[in-house]
T-cell receptor
Framework: SQQGEEDPQALSIQEGENATMNCSYK?????LQWYRQNSGRGLVHLIL?????REKHSGRLRVTLDTSKKSSSLLITASRAADTASYFC????????????FGAGTRLTVKP | DAGVIQSPRHEVTEMGQEVTLRCKPI?????LFWYRQTMMRGLELLIY????????DSGMPEDRFSAKMPNASFSTLKIQPSEPRDSAVYFC????????????FGPGTRLTVL
């Protein structure tokens, strides 16, 4: 069963704009990861943020985590057409549930 | 390293037939995961192995599904008998060290059951 829920389900922006995607989850987690999936391809790991971290950066990516609200956001700055893909958050649970659960994903379209 | 290798990339079969999906994890990785992705249900974890031992198979939908990992470099996911609702993309992923480390995904097998 899915744990994370991304929103929006779909996002369309112009090249150069920033894209923000959100992920909410239900149970306590050890970490949260964001993955990208290009159409018809496997998932590619983007970034991992641990439960004791609040913000993490990687290139044009910025991830925040608010454990009190059980939510995370992925910000892609200065988007490019090549960023067009589906983005998934995946949560790794606590002691009782230490497997990973993926959300349904956000479909991002960046128009050139 | 070639990454996670899955075969076949596409499989079309008829209802009732046995289907076997194959995965070769990245050398040295000690965790292996099988996922299923559909439009309706998204990405679901089916089962994962640690050091070739199945740890959690609670995501396996029913007894028609079985998975094995006879050695560190090979795993299979078998569906017998297959049904149209099994049509999906099946991904294999591997990771090293701990379950919650970065997972490396294979390209997936697109299964169509007619």
């Amino acid at each position: 069963s899915q744990q994370g829920e991304e929103d929006p389900q779909a996002l369309s922006i112009q090249e150069g704009e920033n894209a923000t995607m959100n992920c909410s989850y239900k149970t306590s987690i050890n970490n949260l990861q964001w993955y990208r999936q290009n159409s018809g391809r496997g998932l590619v790991h983007l970034i991992l943020i641990r439960s004791n971290e609040r913000e993490k950066h990687s290139g044009r990516l910025r991830v925040t985590l608010d454990t009190s609200k059980k939510s995370s956001s992925l910000l892609i700055t200065a988007s490019r057409a090549a960023d067009t893909a589906s983005y998934f958050c995946a949560t790794e649970g606590g002691f009782e549930n230490n497997d990973m659960r993926f959300g349904a994903g956000t479909r991002l379209t960046v128009k050139p | 390293d070639a990454g996670v290798i899955q075969s076949p990339r596409h499989e079309v079969t008829e209802m009732g037939q046995e289907v076997t999906l194959r995965c070769k994890p990245i050398s040295g990785h000690d965790y292996l995961f099988w996922y299923r992705q559909t439009m309706m249900r998204g990405l679901e974890l089916l089962i994962y192995f640690n050091n070739n031992v199945p740890i959690d198979d609670s995501g396996m939908p029913e007894d028609r599904f079985s998975a094995k990992m006879p050695n560190a470099s090979f795993s299979t996911l078998k569906i017998q008998p297959s049904e149209p609702r099994d049509s999906a993309v099946y991904f294999c992923a591997s990771s090293i060290g701990q379950i919650y480390n970065e997972q490396f995904f294979g390209p997936g097998t697109r299964l169509t059951v007619l």
